[in-house]
């Protein structure tokens, strides 16, 4: 629905930026005052503009993959674009009520340099984006607890395996999780990218994640991705109908050696417990019921360490609360892009990183995987290392 609401304002905001993109290429060179040059520009301008929208309408292969392709890359340099577009338009409206209008800055010669610069600022900020979004982190925290335990556990999220994430990446990151010999790999929701036919030889993938070695193994909740479901620029559309999860979802994760956690706690080793919770978005598409902190964690022997699996990092002093040691989730990508990084710290009260609740600590993850635009600017992607009870 968000995505139904959005639509207008894209559409004005690229009308804006064309707008400024076309004056400044006039000045930089006569040729671009050429009518049939200036409906060359257009075209190709509303080509990926409307990316967003031609690769939501048009499903066959390969067409629909390289539109979507296009189009979360476009995605990501025009929200730059258009950041960048908005600040020089707003400071030549300063200095054209000021005494600036005799500066250079001003002049024909300086509107050019200061375009030229702004594009090949974005172009080389998106291009540094893409590169660091591939490259996956290693981070360490320590946990202290007062309990008898010591464990090692390998945390990840966000996988988004699409369009954007695949065999490259999942081989990366279970070679770095595998270095670490981990007691237990967690997953905390996200996995898939809402299709499962975007995932490049799936089966693949799936005998990559089955690679992960750990004493008690690999275990995941769900996100609020992991719904087959169609999207646009990223949103998903509400609709009153139950949504259905496609099974090839659980035929990968039982290839994949995973073992998935919808409410549902597990002692494992009579060393630890370990609970998954459902997703609050997935849920109310599938018009399913979650238990809350009190309703899942109610029974447990409270002398073992009771972690906690949960996609978005919410209700965390409920689940302190409820008897939970730590709590491991994802959801925010720590933004991904800046300053969404800045955004979702006033969002979350745990947005990445770690934070003590109550008793409870709270880990949260920046994630593998990406949403939208393959780039990750001012964040990185990461494999979260946890030493329990050091």
């Not at 905001?13 to 671009?32: C, D, G, I, Q, S």
């Not at 190709?44 to 929208?53: I, K, P, R, V």
């Not at 990559?208 to 990223?234: F, P, Q, V």
Request: negative net charge.
């Amino acid at each position: 629905m968000l995505a139904i609401f959005l639509a207008p304002v894209y559409i004005l905001a690229n009308v804006f930026t064309a707008y400024w993109l076309l004056r400044w290429m006039k000045e930089v060179h006569p040729l671009f005052r050429h009518p049939a040059v200036l409906g060359v520009i257009l075209v190709l301008y509303a080509f990926f503009a409307l990316s967003l929208l031609t690769s939501f309408l048009i499903k066959r292969d390969p067409v629909h993959r390289i539109l979507k392709v296009i189009s979360n890359c476009w995605l990501g340099m025009y929200l730059y674009f258009l950041g960048f577009t908005a600040i020089l338009v707003l400071l030549r409206f300063i200095f054209a009520h000021t005494a600036l209008t005799k500066t250079w800055l001003y002049s024909p010669m300086g509107l050019k340099a200061v375009g030229l610069g702004a594009i090949l600022f974005v172009t080389g900020m998106c291009i540094y984006g893409m590169v660091h979004a591939v490259h996956i982190y290693t981070t360490r925290y320590e946990v202290p607890s007062k309990k008898d335990a010591h464990l090692k556990i390998a945390l990840v999220a966000d996988l988004h395996l699409g369009y954007s994430i695949g065999s490259h990446q999942m081989e990366e990151m279970v070679e770095k999780i595998n270095a670490e010999e981990p007691d237990v790999v967690v997953i905390a929701g996200d996995i898939f990218d809402n299709e499962y036919d975007a995932i490049y030889e799936p089966d693949r993938v799936a005998d990559l994640l089955a690679g992960l070695k750990s004493r008690y193994g690999t275990y995941a909740c769900y996100g609020n991705h992991d719904l087959d479901e169609k999207i646009l620029a990223g949103f998903t559309f509400e609709t009153k109908e139950e949504r259905i999860a496609d099974r090839r979802f659980g035929e990968f994760l039982d290839r994949a050696k995973i073992h998935l956690l919808e409410d549902d706690v597990v002692c494992i080793d009579d060393a630890f417990y370990l609970a998954g919770r459902k997703d609050p978005d997935r849920i109310r598409k599938t018009q399913e019921t979650r238990d809350t902190p009190s309703e899942l964690l109610t029974g447990l022997d409270q002398s073992l360490p009771v972690f906690v699996i949960d996609h978005q990092p919410s209700e965390l002093t409920e689940l302190a609360e409820a008897g939970a040691d730590l709590d491991l989730g994802g959801h925010t990508h720590d933004g991904q892009l800046f300053p969404g990084n800045i955004l979702t710290g006033l969002m979350w009260e745990n947005a990445c990183g770690m934070k003590k609740v109550g008793d409870m600590y709270s880990i949260v993850t920046s994630g593998v995987g990406l949403w939208g635009p393959p780039m990750r600017i001012g964040t990185k992607a990461e494999v979260v290392i946890i030493d329990y009870g050091k």
